[in-house]
T-cell receptor
Framework: DAKTTQPTSMDCAEGRAANLPCNHS???????VYWYRQIHSQGPQYIIH???NNETNEMASLIITEDRKSSTLILPHATLRDTAVYYC?????????????FGQGTTLQVKP | NAGVTQTPKFQVLKTGQSMTLQCAQD?????MSWYRQDPGMGLRLIHY???????DQGEVPNGYNVSRSTTEDFPLRLLSAAPSQTSVYFC?????????????FGQGTRLTVV
């Protein structure tokens, strides 16, 4: 699985968009980009994933660059409850073992 | 739908004691995994299973044993607890053949070894 690089921490004002970057320059053609978050030492929670195209769901948007070497998770209107550690992970989706290799993640602090 | 259930939520052990952390899922998922998380760090994979009767080692398997006799359960055994195993343990499950699916995590077991 490809390695990812994320900033250690970020701040965001409540109500503003939070843009969390992730570099994955060694990503392979069949590897997806996944985002999880962990709030207050709870179990990690799935947010979104994508392969090539940008994706959006009720929680967030995922923007993947054309060369797929980086991506950005966007929380459009951050709230205090979005304060968490956000993990960017790349892995093969179909037929893999279900393993997730976590890095250090980005600690997002949403401030009033 | 309970999802992934871990028991106990908290546990204190003395060095050398043994115990089993329980993990059960009711989603009929083939894949199950165990992770540990030390303070200020990301999760590290201990062991994983791709189905009943099949297990394999992850990044940090030493000191832990697993077995998978049923699809639903994936217990993690500490044979002789050490202070270095003080950590928060998370179990996860995921469906196998539905393409790009997400993993579901339990709420964790907080283990202290004194």
């Amino acid at each position: 699985d490809a390695k990812t690089t994320q900033p250690t921490s970020m701040d965001c004002a409540e109500g503003r968009a939070a843009n969390l970057p992730c570099n994955h320059s060694t990503i392979s053609g069949n590897e997806y980009v996944y985002w999880y978050r962990q709030i207050h030492s709870q179990g990690p929670q799935y947010i979104i994933h994508g392969l090539k195209n940008n994706e959006t769901n009720e929680m967030a948007s995922l923007i993947i660059t054309e060369d797929r070497k980086s991506s950005t998770l966007i929380l459009p209107h951050a709230t205090l409850r979005d304060t968490a550690v956000y993990y960017c992970i790349v892995r093969v989706a179909s037929g893999n073992t279900g393993k997730l290799i976590f890095g250090q993640g980005t600690t997002l602090q949403v401030k009033p | 739908n309970a999802g992934v259930t871990q028991t106990p939520k908290f546990q204190v052990l003395k060095t050398g004691q043994s115990m089993t952390l329980q993990c059960a899922q009711d989603m009929n998922h083939e894949y199950m995994s165990w992770y540990r998380q030390d303070p200020g760090m990301g999760l590290r994979l201990i062991h994983y299973s791709v189905g009943a009767g099949i297990t394999d080692q992850g990044e940090v398997p030493n000191g832990y044993n697993v077995s998978r006799s049923t699809t639903e359960d994936f217990p993690l055994r500490l044979l002789s607890a050490a202070p270095s195993q003080t950590s928060v343990y998370f179990c996860a499950s995921r469906a196998r053949w539905t393409g790009d699916t997400e993993a579901f995590f339990g709420q964790g077991t907080r283990l202290t070894v004194v």
